[in-house]
């Protein structure tokens, strides 16, 4: 696309456009008066493809080492046999079990299907539960846990798919952490339509993100199978590669051999790479693994490592020597496209004519031509040139013409395919509705990114990335770049929108503007400097402003915020994705909430809305997971977490803890019951809180938590009772006494506790033994 701001301009370059056009006309005759007088020599590059497979060529494996087993190919860097010598590492090593027919191969327990240059597909495992009419389970292996050490982590070509009409399952990835779930339910067996996973009987997950070393998978049923018992019994959870399954309808409720079929058929696809360098740090090395001929290709799983690939016009395997080979093209017909002569060279070949002929040599070109057509040959170049320069004359002129009607549907098409249209018809029918202040283009905000460099990424998160901009005014703002969209993604950048057009409030995270003219629509925010309350309470212990008086005003504004959005709105919204990591601090560390992808505007006239559910593992509402009916309540569940977080300083969830303690919430209400609740409580706040503070905190935590919704206080009265509890901080002898009455009545308090309460087996470190764990939540449902 071609842009002319002045007319002197569009003259200026169309005559440079005629005068080059006359200048290859001239250098074009002049090149074919030299063809007819002398024969040419082409060079053909060898085609160059996406990957290239190992096991192509002669040297597959190490000499002296076993080719295959069974039916299996192992090429180097794997090999055949423990401790032989045939792989480059002990994680490459395979053992072949001959006690089969044919025999198979093993890495470590888990059996391997397939490798090839970028993959090795293994044996997948399936989760299951049957149960009997009366809904008692019959047999229960509705959890599976998998883990893959070494140079591999499991790709992208995988999806998670439940089978059943009674069914809930999660899967979870560790290390690289990631968590999605689906949701399978039909009521008659005539509901199911074979090949659709869409929900009904079948459910699969839209993505697997790649990079993850391990995962679980946990099979729940909602009602024990006991209204579908007589067309389904048994329900199946099962992470394998996305293309390899096809769902059977009914006939798969009824197959007694599916668990068998489905690990035949669907494996689960692992990337790999030689463990752990990258290519510069291993080309300095003594083990460099790539031989000649072939070139290096850094892994992208997120764990370091490389691969060895050959270079265009060889074959064989980079990591043995003599290295990749030369492959002959003039003696394949599929990739000489000489006609008379070739030459082949390293990596390439050459076309040319013998004597009496000229022309480029080539099938698909110029060929070859006895020198007797020479003539004719420079009548019909003559023609093809004035006849190709009138026509480019002519499209320079018409282009001309066409130019602005070209950029108005170039913009057009951007706008519609950001929203635009549903962003105008969201502002029209919000009466009284604010636009964004401004509208950014995209020069404005590639610049202010500085091209979205690396080190302006602030974060990343479900619906995209954040960066961190300074606009010509010397404005620090960040810029949120959603990840390119299907239309369910489009709706949720055009709600952010809305939401925070509507909203203005001091602990709301203010939105500056937007942009449209990108391939993925941009936000523009204004910038909050201090980061996510989650870091500052993973680093509490490091945090001197962490205090009990802080803690305490954090929550009591995020809940202000929560209220203003439930009931003070000019529709009432729905954040549905609260949690630590979306209340950022401002300079002078006050909570303001942020990241709106996910939340809703209520109509006046209901009480709640049915969705797909979405929000984040170990803050997400229970009732509405079970029932996809989302209400304002779901929101005071997440601030209970949230709130439990600040008096604990632990994380939501944390599967290194012990099982009692795995679950914040769970333990924490545990604790109360068993009158032990300050073991659970962070050293500091037990110093600086006084005893009927923090009772009061622990108990509005268990009702904001309660299982059933209705039991929740709504998030007015949540923000009023935490206001209360600051005044009477305020009010409390030791924010005006000095420090040794302050430490005098903590050693009180402590030493009281610990004799009526048994509290003290309080850790100093409450991070000691944390790993994060939080996923985004994507079940396939029928949105109502």
């Not at 202010?448 to 990424?457: E, H, L, M, V, W």
């Amino acid at each position: 696309m071609f842009l002319f701001s002045k007319s002197s301009n569009s003259s200026m370059a169309l005559r440079r456009l005629q005068v080059t056009w006359c200048w290859f006309c001239v250098l074009f005759l002049r090149l074919t008066v030299t063809a007819a007088q002398t024969n040419t020599t082409v060079t053909v590059t060898a085609p160059t493809t996406a990957s290239f497979n190992v096991i192509k060529g002669p040297n597959i494996t190490k000499p002296g080492c076993q080719r295959q087993c069974g039916n299996v190919t192992i090429p180097y860097p794997f090999g055949i046999g423990l401790n032989s010598g045939c792989a480059i590492g002990e994680f490459f090593e395979v053992n072949c079990n001959t006690s089969f027919s044919p025999p198979k191969p093993f890495i470590r327990q888990y059996e391997v299907t397939e490798i090839d240059d970028n993959h090795i597909r293994f044996v997948s495992t399936v989760a299951s539960s049957c149960y009997d009419q009366r809904g008692q389970i019959l047999e229960n292996d509705a959890f599976m846990g998998v883990n893959r050490t070494g140079p591999f982590s499991f790709s992208d070509l995988n999806t998670f798919t439940v089978i059943g009409c009674d069914d809930a399952s999660l899967v979870t990835g560790y290390i690289k952490n990631f968590s999605s779930g689906c949701v399978s339910v039909c009521s008659r067996a005539e509901d199911v339509i074979a090949g659709y996973c869409s929900g009904a009987g079948c459910c699969q997950t839209s993505y697997i993100p790649r990079g993850f070393k391990g995962f679980f998978i946990t099979l729940n049923s909602l009602q024990n199978h006991s209204d579908v018992f007589g067309f389904n019994p048994c329900s199946y959870a099962f992470l394998g590669e996305r293309d390899k399954f096809t769902f059977r309808g009914a006939a798969d409720f009824s197959d007694p051999t599916f668990i068998y079929r489905t690990l035949a058929t669907v494996p689960v696809v692992l990337d790999w790479a030689i463990w752990k360098s990258n290519c510069s740090e291993a080309q300095k090395a003594n083990d460099y693994a790539c031989h000649p001929s072939s070139f290096c290709v850094d892994s992208d799983t997120g764990f370091g490592g490389y691969r060895c690939i050959c270079a265009p016009g060889f074959e064989g395997n980079p990591y043995l020597s003599p290295g990749c080979q030369d492959v002959n093209e003039c003696e394949d017909p599929n990739t000489n496209t000489c006609e008379k002569i070739c030459t082949n060279t390293p990596g390439s070949y050459n076309c040319s004519c013998p004597v009496g002929y000229f022309g480029d040599g080539r099938k698909d070109g110029q060929g070859c031509i006895a020198k007797n057509k020479e003539f004719p040959v420079m009548k019909l170049s003559l023609g093809l040139g004035f006849g190709l320069l009138s026509l480019l004359m002519a499209i320079t002129w018409l282009y001309f013409g066409i130019k602005k009607r070209k950029l108005k549907n170039l913009r057009k098409k951007f706008f519609h395919q950001n929203g635009g249209v549903l962003l105008k018809q969201q502002v029209s029918s919000n009466h009284g509705g604010i636009e964004p202040s401004k509208i950014f283009t995209a020069e404005e905000l590639k610049k202010a990114t500085n091209n979205y460099a690396k080190d302006r990424i602030l974060g990343k998160g479900g619906y995209g990335t954040v960066y961190k901009g300074i606009l010509p005014n010397k404005q620090i703002v960040a810029i949120k770049k959603s990840k390119i969209m299907d239309e369910s993604q489009i709706e949720q950048f055009i709600n952010e929108v809305i939401i925070l057009t509507q909203v203005n409030h001091r602990n709301v995270v203010k939105l500056l503007g937007c942009c449209l003219e990108e391939e993925v629509p941009l936000l523009v925010y204004e910038y909050v400097s201090k980061g996510t309350l989650f870091h500052h309470i993973e680093h509490s212990g490091m945090s001197t402003w962490m205090s009990w008086e802080n803690r305490l005003r954090i929550a009591a504004e995020t809940a202000g915020a929560l209220s203003y959005l439930h009931s003070a709105a000019l529709k009432p919204i729905i954040h549905r994705d609260v949690k630590s990591a979306n209340i950022l601090l401002d300079d002078y560390y006050t909570a303001r909430i942020s990241d709106f992808g996910a939340s809703r505007l209520v109509p006046l006239d209901k009480t709640q809305v049915t969705t797909l559910v979405q929000g984040t593992l170990g803050y997400l509402d229970p009732e509405y997971f079970c029932t996809s009916q989302l209400t304002e309540k779901s929101d005071v569940y997440s601030f209970g977490v949230v709130l439990a977080e600040l008096i604990t300083g632990k994380k939501p969830l944390c599967m290194e803890r012990s099982k009692e303690e795995r679950n914040l919430v769970t333990y924490l209400i545990m604790c109360m019951k068993e009158n032990r609740l300050f073991q659970i409580l962070d050293p500091r706040v037990l110093r600086e809180g006084s005893l009927e503070q923090l009772q009061q905190v622990a108990e509005l935590v268990k009702r904001c938590v309660s299982l059933n919704g209705a039991d929740r206080p709504i998030m007015k009265e949540v923000a009023m009772e935490l206001e209360g509890l600051r005044k009477f901080t305020a009010r409390h002898p030791w924010t005006i006494n000095n420090q040794q009455h302050r430490d005098e009545e903590s050693i009180g308090l402590m030493a009281n506790a610990s004799e009526s309460l048994d509290l003290y087996t309080v850790p100093l470190s409450p991070y000691s033994d944390l790993v994060p764990l939080s996923g985004q939540y994507s079940l396939e449902s029928t949105d109502a």
